[in-house]
């Protein structure tokens, strides 16, 4: 069982930044980020593998936001900047704990996931 813990949330202006932490009790193959606003789906944002720090991205976030690993603390970031009023919604951190045959970006792949925390743009 591996426990991931969120921070970062919180109420920003269109055009400004917020950095999410999460910091997960255990490593596996990778790390992932997903976000689900009122009254829609969980989505992919991005994920990064602990190992060898490739990275994966949503269309709609390359450019705006990066994701980064510790490994010496188990740590996942997802620093978020020019941040749109769409990009409102509780955002997850979730911990795959292998390679699978679902592609990164598939919620399903994933193992473990935070508790959420929530990220408010205001126009």
């Known amino acids: 069982q591996v426990q991931l813990v969120e921070s970062g949330g919180g109420l920003v202006q269109a055009g400004g930044s917020l950095r999410l932490s999460c910091t997960a009790s255990g490593r596996g193959y990778a790390m992932g980020w997903f976000r689900q606003a009122p009254g829609k789906e969980r989505d992919f944002v991005a994920a990064?593998?602990?190992?060898?720090?490739?990275?994966y991205y949503e269309d709609s976030v390359k450019g705006r936001f990066s994701i980064s690993r510790d490994n010496a603390k188990n740590t996942v970031y997802l620093q978020m900047n020019s941040l749109k009023p769409e990009d409102t919604a509780v955002y997850y951190c979730?911990?795959?704990?292998?390679?699978?045959?679902?592609?990164?970006?598939?919620?399903?792949?994933?193992?473990?996931w935070g508790q959420g925390t929530q990220v408010t743009v205001s126009s």
């Open positions: 990064i593998t602990w190992s060898v720090g490739s990275t």
């Open positions: 979730a911990s795959r704990a292998a390679v699978s045959g679902l592609p990164i970006r598939h919620r399903d792949g994933y193992d473990y």
